[in-house]
């Protein structure tokens, strides 16, 4: 019996295409791709073709290839304000993976409620 050789760059492919599968079978998936899936549909593209990745994964053309050609600035996972007492006017933006927004307008002094509220909304995300 035979023993089929692979490429190791195929069998990627087949796994992010099962992935993006399962993610697209989810009933409770958020509308947005998810940065891991995108992550590795544009690390793909330095062993394939971007019209082979964008076919297979049935992803837009036009969104993959401008992904790979734009490098994603690194995003903390945790960011500290330290001591983050400002007296005057604050404008705060979140936005979560799925997409959910939150801004934040304050006058005065913030130290004691805004942790609760920035807390409150990642904890539901």
Known sequence: MKKENTPKESVNLEE???RFELWR???????????ELWDAAVSLCSHHSICSVSRTLRLSFNELKVRVQTPTPSV?????????????????????????????EWKGAVETVLP????????ES
């Open 25 to 35: 079978n989810d009933p409770e998936r958020c509308r947005r791709i998810p940065p």
């Open 116 to 123: 609760g509220l920035v807390r409150s909304f990642w904890e």
């Open 16 to 18: 992010v295409r099962q």
């Open 76 to 104: 903390p996972d945790f960011l500290e304000l330290g001591s983050f007492c400002p007296s005057g006017d604050v404008i705060l933006e979140l936005q979560d993976n799925k997409g959910r927004h939150l801004r934040l």
